[in-house]
């Protein structure tokens, strides 16, 4: 029975049958818009996320040209970045970093009565190869990142804003859609760090060949 299957493979095999059962004749731009929606459904078991990812017109390419480049992904919390394929990652001669623990950005938060969320943006754009911004848990750092755009201070090639939550959430995302950079987001209040993982490795796996 399917429900005794022990390889790893196997099993995402035919978890992936079964999503794009389900899905049935959804229509997608590309076929790297539908892997993106697929595994975050994957991830999720949340078949709204087909509805609610929007997925700005140029996000995938700039997000794949920018990962073979090696970009840095910068990430808000700790558990996106460890969800993050590597492997992949490294092989592109890329990086991830998630600043939130970093002591000076503790710091930086006390001293400016700004979150450590928002701190932590502004240590990331000070590293000029940080170019795909990655938001899975707080709308303030959304926020902040549209303010450090506004200003001139940094131009990401793609930003993933999937905060989840109840406060500011929605807003936003509905906000980073105003910054004239590449979006992927989530409408409303859904998302999360395991959102945020998911789309970075849809766009990873699709420079693999």
Known sequence: MEFFLQNPGEIEKRSFEIITKELGNMKFKTS????IVKRVIHTTADFSFAEILEISGEAVEKGVDSLKKGAGIVTDTNM????????????????????VAHEDVAETARRKGITRSMAA?????????????????????????????????VKPDLIIGVPVGFVGAAESKEAIKHTGIPYIITRGRKGGSNVAAAIVNALLYCTDP
Do not use: D, M
């Open 80 to 99: 996106a970045k460890a969800g993050i394929n590597k492997r992949l990652v490294k092989k592109l001669g890329g990086s991830v970093a998630c600043y």
């Open 121 to 153: 943006i502004e240590k990331a754009i000070q590293e000029p190869n940080n170019k795909i911004f990655v938001i899975g848990n707080a709308p303030t750092a959304l926020f902040w990142l549209k303010k450090q755009i506004e200003e001139n201070k």
């Open 32 to 35: 790297i818009h539908e892997h």
